[in-house]
């Protein structure tokens, strides 16, 4: 066994998630979590497993079914000088409660002129691919990104994780952690085996507004982000069999977006591909290939492509909703389509 | 529990305050938006929810707050800001959308901020409620005093976020009192065309915390009602829903025509005004001489004159510092 098979820890994202929680909690005792069930069941993705035990309820709170009154609660908390963090367990529920989200978290420090801030975390759960259709299986990283006043992040991998989460509860701005089910290594639910890595104990920052080039290449940029990563490295795999050397970007962030690290891969590589589980329209995809084209399409060899999910409602039944998800092959066809 | 004379002579201060700010405001607003009115023309564009006849809530709440404790406000925020001792001269300012404002002009009237006096608000109908509720229980959290007021209209209450808070508010047992300020009408649709019960205060039993509705508009009986429910909350009894009665003597928004009212509502709310009625009642209970009160409404209007002028006075911000300020 090498050294660095001894030193690897090992965590899923849940686990990455919640140990940052609690080094942060026992750092810092302004932070706190609202959410349901988030105290005994630790929640229903496991991103706060073992903090009720640690922290008791006054900081580990479940909450009514309420979102609006939690998140709402969570932003006057947080111009109190508290550091709440909220679960919004699934990032579908968003619209039972999007005023508090969109007209208070990521108003309030504007409209004060920054005389009040609010920094809290949202964390909501996104994605599908386990036929759970479409209030439970949505992405909606644009719909959120485009809204300014709300920083957004989501992790592919248990490092990034750990790093985003201590970073979005120093931050004095409103983070919205985006985490998806397919990479969070719930024991009831399927994961990428990838996103589980090594994940060192001590807390760091993953700094947010940058990304990742997580595979260098020459021939085409694969850009994605949370599950899209694992597509795209999947897809360059692939690639490579066929003799063709993918770059693939990680985003990380959302909001700030790296740009810089979009456009200088394609510089290098002359050709886009943006993978994306968020619907096609109006979303993170054309946002790229916009940052792209801004910067100038002489760059380009080919017209960018996206693989994305279609503008339609997620359905239920296995076989129409994986014919509508990103996966690799569908990466690789729009290679050879360019 | 009654006001003594100085609480008296403040609650008809800051009323005075607020009616003539509303006044000055009323006017210069008009400007540029005669003949036609164009609500993006004039020195103060975009909508202008007056305050006046609602003033006795503000000082009667406010009369037992500190700049410690919370408020969120509503989008007719003027007399509650002004009860809550928000800087008058930056309030002005910010409605103007000066940069000397509170927020450099990027809030406006339904979005006045003044931390320095842990104030907030929301323009939209009941969102209030829930930074409320985060306040209150961001104190009891670090064990420090204060207590948060939500002020509400009469409409809110058939919010989902209403429901939600109280029902939070209750279980947690935080200290924070509802104060719906009941002017009978949700823009154009009356209380009894929107509202299933003619009371909101019976919707506390449903939270199992105190419910209390004040009658007539009365500046000491809301500070007697609220001030219990302060207490409460100070004490750590948890969270009181108060639904008091008031008056809009003025249109939902300036522009509105009204046609809605009843033939004759509104020379019967005039009559009915809290300004002169407490000036009345101040002389009549001999709490204040007429040279007492001549010396405080001279002191308005100075402080008044003073704010509108410093916000006349003062410069836009450079339109590009819309784009700071957006992060912390």
Not at chain 2, 21 to 30: G, M, V
Not at chain 2, 131 to 158: D, H, I, T, W, Y
Not at chain 2, 266 to 277: E, G, H, M, R, V
């Amino acid at each position: 066994m090498s050294a660095n098979e001894i030193n690897e820890r090992r965590l899923t994202i849940a686990r990455a998630m919640a140990e940052a929680i609690q080094q942060e909690m026992q750092r810092d005792e302004r932070v706190f979590v609202m959410g349901e069930d988030i105290g005994e069941l630790g929640g229903v993705f496991g991103n706060t497993r073992g903090l009720l035990e640690a922290f008791g309820s006054e900081r580990i709170r479940d909450t009514p079914i309420s979102e609006t009154a939690f998140i709402g609660a969570a932003v006057g908390a947080a111009q109190d000088g508290m550091r709440p963090i909220v679960e919004l367990m699934f990032v579908d529920f968003f619209g039972v409660c999007f005023d508090a989200i969109y007209n208070l978290m990521a108003k309030n420090s504007y409209f004060s002129g920054g005389n009040f801030k609010v920094p809290m975390v949202l964390m909501t759960a996104t994605g599908g691919g386990y036929s759970d259709a479409g209030q439970h299986s949505q992405c909606l990283y644009g719909s959120f990104a485009h809204l300014p006043g709300i920083k957004v992040v989501s992790p592919s991998n248990a490092y990034d994780a750990k790093g985003l989460m201590t970073s979005a509860m120093r931050d004095d701005s409103p983070v919205v952690y985006m985490f998806h089910k397919g990479l969070q290594g719930m024991g009831w639910l399927g994961t990428e085996p990838v996103a589980t890595v090594h994940t060192p104990q001590d807390d760091y920052e993953v700094e947010i507004g940058k990304a990742k080039v997580v595979r260098e290449g020459t021939d085409v940029t694969l850009v994605g982000l949370a599950m899209g990563v694992h597509n795209a490295l999947q897809a360059a795999d692939k690639l490579a069999g066929q003799g063709v050397n993918a770059e693939v970007i990680d985003l990380v962030s959302l909001v700030p977006l790296d740009r810089e690290a979009i456009i200088d891969s394609v510089a290098k590589t002359g050709r886009l591909i943006v993978v994306d589980e968020d619907y096609h329209s109006y979303g993170v995809s054309g946002e790229i290939i916009a940052t792209v084209a801004e910067h100038g399409l002489s760059k380009l060899k080919s017209a960018p492509k996206r693989v994305t999910y279609p503008d339609v409602p997620i359905p239920f039944a296995r076989p129409m909703e994986q014919f509508c998800l990103p996966n690799p092959d569908k990466i690789v066809a729009a290679y050879h389509a360019m | 529990m009654q006001p003594d004379r100085d609480q008296k002579h403040w609650m008809y201060e800051r009323m005075v305050v607020s009616r003539r700010f509303e006044e000055r405001i009323e006017k210069i607003y008009l400007e540029g938006k005669t003949p036609a009115f164009n609500m993006a023309n004039g020195p103060i564009p975009g909508e202008m929810h007056l305050s006046n006849g609602q003033e006795p809530v503000a000082v009667g709440v406010c009369a037992h707050l500190s700049a410690d404790d919370t408020v969120t406000a509503t989008h007719r925020p003027h007399h509650q800001a002004i009860a809550k001792g928000v800087d008058l001269n930056k309030m002005a300012a910010e409605i103007f959308g000066k940069a000397t404002g509170l927020s450099g002009g990027r809030g406006g009237h339904m979005h006045l901020f003044d931390a320095s006096v842990n104030f907030a608000c929301s323009g939209i109908v009941g969102q209030g409620c829930g930074p409320a509720c985060g306040a209150a229980l961001s104190r009891k959290m670090q064990g420090k005093p204060g207590v948060a007021v939500a002020f509400l209209g009469e409409g809110a209450v058939n919010q989902g976020a209403f429901h939600e808070t109280m029902n939070l508010a209750a279980l947690w047992e935080l200290p924070v009192v509802f104060v719906v300020e009941d002017n009978a009408w949700g823009i154009s649709v009356a209380k009894c065309d929107s509202t299933s019960v003619p009371r909101n205060d019976v919707r506390a039993a449903a939270y199992g915390i105190p419910g209390h509705f004040i009658e007539g508009n009365d500046p000491y009986a809301i500070f007697d009602v609220v001030g219990e429910a302060i207490k409460r909350a100070r004490e750590g009894a948890g969270p009181t829903l108060i639904e008091v009665e008031t008056y809009r003597l003025a249109g939902h928004f300036m522009g509105d025509a009204e046609g809605y009212r009843p033939e004759g509502e509104k020379d019967a709310l005039f009559a009915k005004d809290p300004i002169p009625a407490l000036r009345e009642r101040l002389l009549a209970d001999a709490d204040a001489t007429e040279a007492d009160l001549d010396t405080i409404e001279a002191r308005a209007r100075g402080e008044v004159d003073e704010a509108i002028a410093f916000a006349l006075e003062s410069e836009y911000a450079p339109p590009e510092d819309a784009l700071t300020a957006v992060y912390a």
